[in-house]
């Protein structure tokens, strides 16, 4: 992003309060930076986000200077923290805007022509629509409203059917010395919205509209405080009570208090029916506070409403509120409501039984009480004891040794299990007790869909990658990696996470957003990567003399990741020409996906000496140990590999067909600090060169290189696996504490002498 200056006096203060959206912010700040119109400034206030918000609002204030973040030294909540921001604003205007939410494409542009139009009025309400996770978009029901408008100029009074609006502050800008000048602020507790709504619209002397869709409001599938329920949503009768009272204080605005009483009913009822606001234990109680506060506020004459909400008439509805009988209005309304849910459930439950047999059994154990001491583990959909759990399992087994794991693997694999640890196969009958009793369930995967989470059990998902590659509910845009994929299915499996583990702050971020579900982030690193830390020259020697790897030679580990374009492996690279350009002191392991079957031409290439197949050797660590170069286009084992500081190259001769059909998050041939490990190929010769010259541990790929673990490798230290453990059976969070990248020392890179031939001269390469 190219370094903007801020005007010194800007049109437009976009005020931006910030807590725990650090998978959404980035999204919010890029489509405001790349805005067309640029004379204004993002007043962005951090309050007290105890996630990685902070640290990202520097990063954009350290390169675009119109980006002027606020520390808040505690958190007060998001009215505080916008009183905070309107306070430091320069702005003619101030544009409330939540973090998680975006503007449109030629939003600010709009908004300015707008204001000079109707000759800077104290309001202008904007248009929005609302945006799913599904990338379904929804228009607003007020666009015919905000168009007929027009370029008028009026007040509340005038045209009091405006106070109809969505009655939130981002869907409209304020004029500075309007809401500074008559002291706005905001108050404690949810609903604050619409308080501020109607205060501003009512005092406002000149409002305008416009139509065009500036706010892109995104309907989060969790994390929106508005959709967790509780008493909080109580909230709404003091906010309430506190607009009749500014009303009592101006009888000039009495022709407007009917529309706003019928807005106030209609906003309790619709609060009351909502499931993710008042559940069902304090519906009652609930039901009598509006019934009293309608009572005592209803004006002379009020007329009910037409119309209908939820399918029940609204006139109905307010006639219970007013009669005050919940047991009426519970009949009327959540009738139909219960009768969906359990049907619902049938459904589901039925969905899960499947297979009656071995379900029958599923649920008998599930009736038996969960045992505090068993561990479930699983890797690669049940493939073996592998990754991040393989790690987190010896440490448990060093640290809480009276705690009992047992893996999950698939039938045919058992003699792959080491000797010594306790295993069930996928769908047998101990498979089915271990699932349902088990207190921990530890996944570098999700498991299976017919999986019950019950309550009491936790759930760790320690992923296996780093992603470069779009993840989760980004992959819709893609048709290649979506196909055959139910999104819905996918995040009720996330549904059942607890933790999340991550090893960059890239990862937490991008989790968070794709996976929009209720688990905990524990930025604590990859176990698996521990070893890359505490592994010395020795163990590097015999990982080394295990793969045949004479002395002297320089081995080139060739670990490119799976295309969901194409089926099976298709080599990218002519490996035999390959060798032969490099001469007989390079080895080349070649390391195809997990996904793929054993290859023919890998396996002829092998049987004439020219390369070591290790797609079936069964420690990839130990493959990157042996290594003294990467060579991978997409694969998330760059991201491990960079943990031991050794040069890594990227070969991608299919990156524009690649990123567009499975998506990327950053541009990896960049040259950019922070994007390129190292060095980058597009073609064989090109690749051939970066060896030859030297270029593939030269200077400029050292710096690339020290960029890219700088970003990625913030939390691998040799500590992940005994910081999960301790926290996840322990309840010791964050122990030992992450070191400083400057004071972790990977395992030495092995001793490869010789050089790369001026001229071919044949090769010599180890065999099966």
């Not at 990227?650 to 994007?675: I, N």
């Not at 992940?720 to 395992?747: K, M, W, Y």
Request: proline fraction near 5%.
């Amino acid at each position: 992003m190219p370094v903007a200056h801020r005007s010194t006096s800007p049109r437009i203060s976009v005020v931006v309060p910030v807590y725990r959206v650090q998978g959404y912010l980035r999204a919010c700040l890029d489509s405001i930076l790349e805005q067309s119109y640029t004379n204004f400034e993002i007043v962005a206030v951090d309050d007290r986000s105890p996630d990685s918000c902070g640290q990202i609002l520097d990063e954009y204030a350290a390169r675009d200077d119109r980006v002027r973040p606020i520390h808040l030294e505690e958190n007060q909540g998001i009215g505080k923290a916008r009183d905070a921001g309107a306070l430091k604003a320069c702005g003619d205007y101030i544009f409330f805007l939540d973090s998680d939410d975006t503007i449109a494409s030629g939003a600010l542009a709009a908004i300015a022509d707008r204001l000079d139009v109707t000759g800077d009025p104290d309001i202008v309400i904007l248009n929005h629509v609302r945006t799913y996770w599904t990338n379904k978009v929804e228009a607003s029901q007020a666009g015919e409203m905000l168009a007929a408008a027009g370029t008028d100029v009026f007040t509340a009074l005038e045209r009091p059917e405006y106070l109809n609006a969505f009655a939130v502050v981002w869907n409209r800008v304020y004029r500075r010395e309007f809401y500074v000048g008559n002291e706005f602020t905001f108050t404690d507790g949810l609903y604050e919205d619409a308080l501020m709504v109607y205060k501003t619209m009512l005092v406002a002397e000149r409002i305008a509209c416009l139509d065009h869709v500036c706010v892109e409001y995104r309907q989060r599938r969790q994390g929106n405080s508005m959709r967790t329920p509780g008493r909080k949503h109580f909230w709404i009768f003091e906010q309430y009570e506190r607009l009749f009272a500014f009303l009592d204080e101006r009888p000039h605005l009495d022709p407007v208090r009917p529309l706003l009483f019928e807005r106030m009913a209609h906003h309790f009822l619709f609060t009351l029916g909502r499931e993710d606001r008042i559940p069902s234990a304090l519906r009652a109680e609930y039901f009598k506070l509006a019934t009293t506060q309608y009572k005592r506020l209803k004006p002379k004459g009020f007329v009910k409403p037409e119309g209908d909400l939820r399918g029940v008439s609204l006139a109905l509805q307010f006639d219970l509120l007013e009669r005050g009988s919940y047991t009426a209005y519970a009949a009327v309304n959540f009738a139909d409501l219960t009768r969906q849910r359990v049907a619902s459930r049938l459904v589901k439950a039925k969905n899960r039984i499947g297979k009656q047999a071995y379900h029958r059994l599923y649920k008998l154990y599930l009736r038996r009480p969960i045992d505090p001491n068993l561990v479930v583990f699983s890797a690669y959909w049940n493939r073996g004891v592998a990754c991040n759990p393989a790690a987190i399992y010896h440490k448990m087994k060093e640290l809480v040794p009276h705690l009992k794991g047992v893996w999950v693997v698939r039938a045919g694999d058992e003699d792959k299990i080491p000797q010594g640890i306790d295993f069930v196969v996928a769908r047998s009958p101990r498979y089915w007790e271990v699932m349902a009793r088990a207190k921990y369930l530890i996944n570098n995967v999700n498991f299976a869909n017919e999986i019950i989470k019950r309550p009491g059990q936790i759930h760790l998902q320690t992923h296996h990658g780093t992603p470069l590659k779009q993840m989760g509910i980004d992959q819709q845009r893609f048709p290649a990696a979506a196909k055959n994929m139910s999104f819905h299915r996918m995040l009720e499996r996330v549904d059942k996470w607890d933790y999340s583990l991550t090893s960059n702050l890239h990862s937490t971020e991008i989790w968070e957003r794709v996976y929009p579900c209720a688990f905990e982030a524990l930025e604590y690193g990859y176990p698996r990567n521990d070893v890359f830390f505490h592994s010395t020259a020795e163990d590097v020697a015999r990982v080394r003399g295990e793969l045949g790897l004479a002395d002297g030679t320089t081995a080139i580990l060739y670990a490119p990741t799976v295309r969901d374009y194409q089926k099976g492996f298709v080599p990218r690279l002519d490996l035999e020409r390959f060798c032969r350009e490099l001469g007989d002191n390079h080895v080349v392991l070649v390391r195809t996906h997990y996904f793929y079957e054993a290859d023919p031409q890998l396996k002829d290439l092998q049987e004439r000496g020219l390369i070591k197949d290790v797609s079936q050797y069964p420690v990839v660590e130990d493959l990157c140990l042996a290594a003294d170069v990467l060579i991978t286009d997409y694969s998330s084992i760059m991201f491990d590999y960079a943990c031991l500081d050794r040069p890594i190259v990227s070969y991608v001769d299919d990156w524009e067909v690649y990123s567009k059909a499975r998506g990327v998050y950053f541009d990896l041939l960049s040259g950019k600090p922070g994007e390129t490990p190292g060095s980058t190929a597009t073609d064989e010769d090109s690749l051939i060169s970066v060896f030859r010259s030297g270029a593939w541990k030269g200077a400029k790929a050292n710096e690339l290189r020290a960029a890219f673990r700088k970003r990625f490798v913030q939390f691998d230290d040799g500590y992940a696996a005994e910081r999960v453990v301790r926290r996840l059976f322990l309840g010791q969070d964050n122990t030992p504490a992450v070191l400083p990248l400057a004071e972790r020392t990977p395992a030495p890179a092995p001793t490869a002498g010789g050089r790369i031939p001026a001229q071919s001269s044949g090769t010599k390469l180890i065999g099966a």
